[in-house]
């Protein structure tokens, strides 16, 4: 591994628009010693019904023109290209996405992969997709990137598909349409890496690549039965971003709220890494080829030990001879 920067999220709940609040994280985390910081589109109010609104992103600018960091961006959570309900507007998305980057000179945007078909059906006003909705809705994926890598590549931007976890919302969306708990995979397909892989090498293009969440993974290979260790390898060509934090590998049981789930060691707590079960030092072995920044996505409630979470991160590569 060749790390080019240890970075901080900058959290959407924490900021929702206050742009003083940006200022205060910012601050913070180069006081701490962080060279990166992840910037979320949602939290800024940069992008107004899928177009860039160009008021806001000059204070932003302002902003950021006052640190020496490096910034990469993260798409709204909800993006999907593949299950979107309005797929023009999603490509508009992802498409102010990539013009927000080329303005603030950021050359990562992190978009969760839109294999993800269960969004819908948790309404209850639509059934799950058939095999042929979806099989359409991952072609649509890929046609959408396709048309957007051009722009990432002139943006000088590369898209990194992330991978996601699992909920037990989804299993309960599952049993309410007579499907059985191990067809997850089937309709949340992002949980594996292969899906997301056949994705990539259908768009064929240096601008579209993978964002490797190793806590989102630690979570779904538990879920599903896969080995962890096995699945980053299987990853490890394709990443060119990576995010962690530390979890126990358990699913919720349906409380939302950190206060809750933390005692109980469930669902993707966003802990800093050492906090956990995660066997990080393991899986930097199987990313022994990737170069780039590592960002620590850590939840707010863990503010006083974001330092110590960057010194766990320093402490963990080191170890790894990094």
Same mark, same amino acid.
């Given at each position: 591994?060749?790390?080019? @920067?240890?970075?901080?999220?900058? +959290?959407?709940? !924490?900021?929702?628009?206050?742009?003083?609040?940006? *200022?205060?994280?910012?601050?913070?985390?180069? $006081?701490?010693?962080?060279?990166?910081?992840?910037?979320?589109?949602?939290?800024?109010?940069?992008?107004?019904?899928?177009?860039?609104?160009?008021?806001?992103?000059?204070?932003?600018?302002?902003?950021?023109?006052?640190? %020496?960091?490096?910034?990469?961006?993260?798409?709204?959570?909800? $993006?999907?290209?593949? !299950?979107?309900?309005?797929?023009?507007?999603?490509?508009?998305? =992802?498409?102010?996405?990539?013009?927000?980057?080329?303005?603030?000179?950021?050359?990562?945007?992190?978009?969760? +992969?839109?294999?993800?078909?269960? %969004?819908?059906?948790?309404?209850?006003?639509?059934?799950?997709? $058939? *095999?042929?909705?979806?099989?359409?809705?991952?072609?649509?994926?890929?046609?959408?990137?396709?048309? &957007?890598?051009?722009?990432?590549?002139?943006?000088?931007?590369?898209?990194?598909?992330?991978?996601?976890?699992?909920?037990?919302?989804?299993?309960?969306?599952?049993?309410?349409?007579?499907?059985?708990? %191990?067809?997850?995979?089937?309709?949340?397909?992002?949980?594996?890496?292969?899906?997301?892989?056949?994705?990539?090498?259908?768009?064929?293009?240096?601008?579209?690549?993978?964002? =490797?969440?190793?806590?989102? =993974?630690? &979570?779904?290979?538990?879920?599903?039965?896969?080995?962890?260790?096995?699945?980053?390898?299987?990853?490890?060509?394709?990443?060119?971003?990576?995010?962690?934090?530390?979890?126990?590998?358990?699913?919720?049981?349906?409380?939302?709220?950190?206060? *809750?789930?933390?005692?109980?060691?469930?669902? *993707?707590?966003?802990?800093?890494?050492?906090?956990?079960?995660?066997?990080?030092?393991?899986?930097?072995?199987? &990313?022994?080829?990737?170069?780039?920044?590592?960002?620590?996505?850590?939840?707010?409630?863990?503010?006083?030990?974001? @330092?110590?979470? &960057?010194?766990? $991160?320093?402490?963990?590569?080191?170890?790894?001879?990094?």
């Amino acid at each position: 591994m060749e790390i080019d @920067g240890i970075g901080k999220d900058v +959290s959407n709940g !924490y900021i929702d628009g206050r742009l003083e609040r940006l *200022d205060q994280c910012l601050t913070y985390y180069a $006081t701490l010693g962080y060279r990166v910081a992840e910037l979320p589109i949602t939290g800024l109010s940069v992008i107004i019904n899928g177009k860039l609104f160009e008021p806001r992103v000059k204070r932003v600018k302002d902003i950021l023109a006052k640190y %020496d960091f490096r910034y990469t961006v993260h798409t709204p959570n909800r $993006t999907n290209l593949a !299950y979107g309900a309005n797929h023009e507007l999603e490509k508009s998305v =992802l498409e102010a996405s990539i013009q927000f980057c080329q303005s603030i000179g950021a050359k990562r945007l992190v978009y969760h +992969s839109g294999l993800q078909a269960l %969004d819908a059906a948790r309404t209850g006003t639509v059934l799950l997709p $058939t *095999d042929d909705e979806m099989a359409y809705g991952a072609e649509r994926e890929i046609a959408a990137l396709r048309a &957007l890598a051009s722009v990432a590549q002139d943006a000088d931007v590369i898209i990194g598909m992330e991978n996601g976890d699992p909920h037990l919302w989804e299993y309960a969306v599952l049993k309410q349409n007579q499907k059985r708990p %191990d067809e997850l995979p089937k309709y949340h397909a992002r949980l594996r890496i292969q899906p997301i892989i056949e994705q990539l090498e259908a768009i064929n293009h240096p601008n579209i690549a993978m964002t =490797l969440d190793l806590a989102h =993974l630690h &979570l779904a290979t538990h879920a599903v039965g896969d080995n962890y260790l096995s699945a980053v390898e299987q990853a490890s060509p394709w990443v060119r971003h990576l995010h962690i934090n530390d979890n126990f590998g358990k699913l919720d049981v349906g409380f939302d709220n950190e206060k *809750d789930r933390l005692p109980y060691g469930e669902a *993707d707590l966003h802990l800093p890494p050492g906090w956990g079960a995660i066997p990080f030092a393991e899986a930097f072995a199987k &990313l022994e080829n990737y170069k780039g920044e590592i960002i620590l996505e850590i939840k707010d409630r863990y503010w006083d030990h974001f @330092g110590d979470a &960057l010194n766990n $991160t320093r402490q963990i590569l080191a170890d790894h001879g990094i």
